[in-house]
């Protein structure tokens, strides 16, 4: 009889560990395929903003018209507005691609008209979009090569180790200042450790309610989680200057 108990306890005990796994390699599976949506985005904004550096007609008619920046960065609000007012609506098909569509558009459309306008900062553009695609792409790596659960000390050591080698590229390419490079690659720390971070609360549903399908939604609410915390910060930096400048004078 105790024999029999024993094979039925350790039954149980394989079913468990086998639905545990099942569970740990779906959010595994959830998590790779939201960095690698990122890496999409992230990877056509770069080509588009290469592609404002050539001398294309098309590329002189798109960035020479005005209202389509505005036209552009309404559809960028417009999108983040649904986002975090019209969950539900969001996630169905196909108004996720329609999302993701516009969003990828919006931000690859505002990089290319101020790198074109803004020649003399399109050298720090890039090295922006170079540094974020390089975090993604060690983030994907780590995700790919893990066993376990992702955490936020191994994705952090990926993510410093990355930042320093294109640390030295950028510095030994574009020859930019030291000084801007530090303060650049700082940023994109945070911003590894804020897209690791967004991702677990996600897929842990602490942070959005998503199904383990939602992955295209989840990619575009952690990049615009990373907009609302960049403009958090944004509004502090100019209030802090401003009490500066006022206690100065």
């Not at 639905?19 to 588009?48: N, P, W």
């Not at 999302?99 to 003399?120: R, V």
């Not at 690791?196 to 842990?204: E, F, G, K, Q, Y």
């Amino acid at each position: 009889m105790d024999y029999e108990q024993n094979n039925y306890q350790a039954f149980d005990i394989e079913i468990i560990d086998t639905e545990q796994q099942r569970i740990e390699c779906a959010r595994l599976s959830f998590i790779r395929k939201v960095f690698l949506i990122m890496l999409f985005q992230i990877g056509f904004t770069f080509i588009s903003t290469m592609i404002a550096y050539s001398q294309i007609p098309i590329i002189e008619y798109l960035c020479c018209r005005p209202f389509l920046f505005w036209i552009f960065m309404v559809v960028l609000i417009l999108v983040i507005f649904l986002l975090m007012s019209f969950q539900k609506l969001a996630k169905q098909h196909p108004y996720n691609y329609i999302c993701y569509s516009c969003f990828t558009l919006s931000i690859s459309y505002i990089f290319i008209y101020t790198s074109h306008h803004y020649p003399t900062y399109s050298n720090h553009i890039i090295s922006l979009i170079t540094l974020q695609i390089g975090i993604i792409i060690s983030l994907i790596t780590y995700s790919y090569f893990t066993t376990s659960e992702i955490n936020l000390s191994k994705g952090l050591i990926c993510i410093v180790i990355t930042t320093a080698l294109l640390f030295i590229f950028l510095f030994l390419y574009f020859k930019l200042s030291l000084i801007f490079l530090f303060i650049l690659s700082f940023l994109v720390i945070l911003y590894g450790m804020h897209i690791i971070i967004d991702t677990l609360l996600i897929v842990n549903g602490e942070k959005h309610e998503l199904d383990i399908d939602d992955y295209i939604i989840a990619a575009l609410m952690t990049q615009v989680d990373i907009i609302g915390l960049i403009s958090i910060l944004y509004q502090k930096l100019i209030s802090k200057i401003s009490k500066i400048q006022i206690n100065s004078n």
